[in-house]
């Protein structure tokens, strides 16, 4: 009997060793000290947490959650019209236009970007046009700055917010519809005041999914961004590769998993919100 | 008769929760016997831990006058017949009905053989090729009952066989059953909470409530000899009267009703209690009469009787009555 | 009234679907263009893939993105699929720990699982190459494959493996005849899903790779931060229809399995 649990002793072992041991190790390095060339020094302290809160790294934090919580709300504005458009389709109609929402999700976050930097580029698609067209005589800056950054973390994300509001769109009772309008309510009443409070367990758990991936993001601040938009996944990137301060790369990093799992926890929380609403039909 | 199986106090326990409290238990050989009672029961689990699906905590279960309960289900001599069928879906008929020879090493040749006997005993024969889920309900039922009877097992279980399917269907199945173990000779432990499916096929039946047994007997005994009050209103309808310590069922079949004008001149041998109908309700070939009774002996303010269609008296609402019963067709039962 | 309101919506579910591809329709053309830095359209060429295969360093990247995917997909989901059963079939007493451990590698910011892994491998003074990249991704797809294969098991319920030793299977047959052509959907599933995110993976990748060990997504990283150029078109280009064929398999070929596997679904909907 027991020795078939035997099977998943090398799974755990190996995510043991490799996935918690690892973090485990950040999380005490977090509280070492950085010798004057980069190397560490085994000393305990918490400097490296007091440190985060310098008006410099605060700042970056202020953008990095103003960055995330901006292009949760363009997402969700963006996301919740073409959820409920295939929501309303028939189901083979559903099923393709889902797929072609997913399809470039499945496309490397580099690439992605790496395509808005063509169009925006100064001798991109959009200002050559421009020019062309004799509109403007010099090419505009639309890339390396915080809108161009938003842009490309709201296109990234936006597949992360129409799934689940498709989802809570799609188990929606359309009996309760049906019944506003009875009851004398207008479609946008119906609306507001239906439709929109019976899928917010969805619009919760789409939110917080880009929330959380926008915080960690690095590549796109990185590529649309240039060294203007820092946000704190460069700044931990920065103190691992460039500035050789691990023990504060540590605490950084440590501070992020845990607010990332915390927002993971509330988004579980919504999801369970939304099947026990499914179960209890 | 000689004994198939035979429970001996067998109690099982989940997460330390006895479920079922010492069970004993024998079955016949060749005999139609069925588990029945409400969901939650521990029909089911009776019935698996025959199947050796699980293991009883404590207490034997013998088959055939051996042993088993530490056998595991590969090695027992019992076929079971599953609520959703378990079809294997990524084989076909045929290779659904050959498995468990295959997996006995039974020669080829054999399997064979024994598969097309049972197929053409099911009318499966010409849908052999086909995959589960291209088969309607009936006969992907007729598949399951096929996988397990060819493998000669010394007993058949049915863990309520016919719960999905639709009410017609249910009808006519329940009958072919029957006729199947009749030709078969074999014995079959049938779990249902569908009393009237219970007394149409059993030959007897051991009524279930939250682990127990509350009564055994033939389908006959049990509906007109309710020994407990659970076993009373669970099968078929009753009245239960309860003066003092003592209840009694009473079948609405089995009330008169008398109409105050002309039953008085007619000395009857049962005592008349005089009651108001309350309430009407057209069922078909009959109609529940309810009447609330004036004397408050029972503990039981409204009567249930049946009129039937060709009834001369047609009772309305608001009518005075009299009703009555003869002794014996009241019950004694425990509460 | 309403039809227009229902246009409407339509066709700003359009235009955002539009804003989906237009970037990638973009990419795609440009691989194509004949001119090297301007943006305006001067001729179809087939040059910048022809350049892109005469690459070594490209070729190399390709070469090591396929065996480390390979490798990565191998014992991701052996030692994968082994868990899922272990996990479906026995009672574990830190159940609800081992279950965090499988699902905090997917919701832990991928950055921080990179710098984690590069930190350990330094303390080990494990030299950064292909070995810890195949590490570092067996650790994220296990996880994945764990999910899904467990999934399809929880789909399948006890009641075919209680079957099937009903009829006499011993817990090796069952597990032989029954259990795996049943989940055998999933496991294929897991591994498709496995080898996809490590040929795509860079976050992580970008933490722990050596100087051998370059992979496609780390070398396209390296040309773009030099400015752009058609080759990272073309390179995009191919990498685009690889997951596009991956997606139109991974949603077809579910499909067509359920067709013949027999969805519980569909049979419980058969009429008589």
């Known amino acids: 009997m027991s020795r078939g649990r035997m099977l998943a002793y090398p799974a755990i072992a190996w995510l043991l060793f490799f996935f918690l041991a690892p973090l485990v190790i950040v999380l005490f390095m977090s509280f070492l000290q950085r010798g004057t060339y980069g190397q560490i020094i085994y000393q305990f302290t918490v400097d490296n947490y007091i440190r985060f809160f310098e008006p410099l790294y605060l700042q970056i934090l202020g953008d990095t959650l103003f960055m995330a919580l901006l292009t949760t709300i363009i997402c969700f504005l963006l996301g919740y019209p073409i959820a409920y458009q295939i929501a309303r389709l028939q189901r083979n109609w559903q099923t393709l236009m889902l797929l072609l929402v997913m399809v470039p999700f499945w496309i490397n976050f580099l690439i992605r970007s790496y395509a808005w930097v063509i169009i925006l580029r100064s001798q991109g698609m959009v200002n050559t046009f421009l020019l062309d067209l004799g509109l403007i005589e010099q090419p505009l800056n639309l890339l390396y700055n915080f809108g161009a950054v938003l842009l490309g973390m709201v296109y990234g994300h936006l597949p992360f917010m129409i799934l689940p509001i498709y989802v809570s769109l799609e188990q929606l009772d359309r009996r309760m519809i049906e019944a506003a309008y009875d009851l004398g ?97 | 008769m000689k004994a198939m199986i035979e429970l001996q106090n067998v109690e099982k326990e989940f997460n330390g929760q006895l479920v079922i409290p010492p069970f004993s238990l024998t079955i016949n050989e060749g005999e139609f016997f069925t588990l ?185 005994e049990i509906y007109h000899e309710p020994k407990t009050r659970f076993v009373a209103t669970f099968i078929g309808e009753n009245n239960i009267l309860c003066q003092g310590d003592y209840c009694y069922a009473l079948r609405p079949e089995k009330v008169n009703l008398h109409d105050p004008a002309i039953a008085l001149e007619k000395t ?68 | 009234m309403k039809s227009l309101r229902h246009r409407l919506l339509f066709a700003y579910a359009m235009v955002v679907l539009a804003f989906l591809y237009i970037p990638i329709v973009v990419l795609v053309l440009y691989s194509f263009n004949a001119s090297r830095i301007n943006a305006q359209w001067s001729g179809f060429t087939l040059d910048w893939y022809i350049s892109v295969f005469q690459n070594r360093y490209v070729l190399e990247a390709l070469y090591n993105s396929l065996t480390i995917g390979l490798i990565a997909m191998v014992v991701s989901t052996i030692l994968g699929t082994m868990t899922a059963l272990a996990l479906h079939r026995y009672k574990f007493r830190w159940k609800g720990a081992i279950h965090s451990l499988v699902y905090l590698p997917i919701l832990i910011p991928e950055i921080v699982m990179g710098l984690s892994l590069l930190v350990l491998f330094s303390q080990l003074a494990i030299p950064l190459g292909k070995l ?62 496995a080898f996809t995110l490590s040929i795509d993976d860079f976050v992580i990748s970008f933490f722990v790779a050596g100087p051998n060990s370059t992979t496609l997504p780390l070398y396209i990283y390296g040309m773009v ?22 997606t139109v398999a991974l949603v077809i070929l579910p499909e067509r399995f359920r067709n013949r596997m027999g969805d519980k679904k569909t049979q419980r909907q058969m009429p008589f």
């Open chain 1, 185 to 281: 309510a207008t479609p946008i009443k119906t609306f507001f005041y239906v439709t929109l409070p019976q899928t917010l367990p969805g619009i919760i758990a789409g939110s917080i999914l880009v929330f959380v991936s926008s915080l960690g993001m690095f590549v796109i601040p990185d590529i649309m961004g240039g060294a203007k938009s820092a946000l704190i996944g460069n700044l931990i990137q920065n103190q691992f590769l460039s500035a050789r301060d691990w023990p504060f790369g540590s605490a950084l990093s440590i501070m992020l998993a845990i607010l990332s799992l915390i927002l993971i926890f509330l988004y579980y929380k919504a999801l369970q919100a939304q099947q026990g609403k499914e179960d209890s039909r």
């Open chain 2, 36 to 220: 029945l009672g409400p969901s939650g029961c521990g029909k089911t689990t009776l019935m698996r831990m025959i199947a050796g699906l699980e293991i009883p905590t404590r207490g034997e279960i013998l088959l055939a006058g051996s042993p088993v309960s530490k056998l595991p289900p590969y090695k027992r001599d019992v076929n079971m017949v599953f609520q959703q069928y378990a079809l294997f879906p990524h084989m076909n008929v045929e290779e659904n009905i050959c498995f468990g020879l295959k997996m006995k090493k039974v020669p080829l040749h054999e399997q064979q053989k024994r598969a097309e006997e049972v197929m053409a005993l099911t009318e499966l024969t010409e849908y052999r090729y086909r995959q589960p889920k291209e088969l309607s309900g009936g006969q992907q039922q007729r598949v399951a009952i096929a996988r397990a009877i060819v493998n000669n097992p010394k007993v058949l279980l049915l863990d309520e066989p016919l719960g999905a399917l639709d009410y017609q269907l249910r009808k006519h199945l329940q009958l072919e059953l029957k006729k199947l173990q009749k030709d078969l000779g074999l014995t079959f432990l049938y779990v249902t909470h569908d009393q009237e499916e219970a007394i149409t096929m059993s030959d007897r039946i051991a009524v279930m409530n939250k682990g127990h047994l509350e009564q055994m007997g033939t389908a006959h």
């Open chain 2, 268 to 335: 009857s041998t049962y005592r008349l209690y005089a009651g108001v109908v309350e309430n009407v309700v057209f069922q078909g070939t009959i109609d529940k009469v309810f009447v609330r009774l004036r004397e408050k002996d029972f503990d039981l303010p409204v009567l249930m009787a049946y009129q039937y269609f060709d009834d001369k008296r047609r009772w309305r609402p608001g009518e005075e009555i009299l009703v009555g019963w003869e002794g014996p067709d009241a019950v004694k039962v425990e509460s």
């Open chain 3, 132 to 193: 810890t990249v195949i590490i570092a991704h067996i650790s994220f797809c296990i996880s994945f494959v764990i999910i899904i294969v467990l999934a399809r098991l929880e789909g399948l319920g006890r009641e075919m493996e209680e079957a099937a030793q009903d009829l006499g299977a011993t817990p090796w047959q069952t597990f032989r005849y029954v259990t795996f052509p049943m989940i055998s959907p999933g496991v294929m599933a897991g591994a498709l899903m």
């Open chain 3, 225 to 246: 931060k030099r400015g752009v150029s058609p080759e990272i078109n073309a390179l995009s280009t191919i990498l685009i229809l690889f997951i596009f064929l991956v």
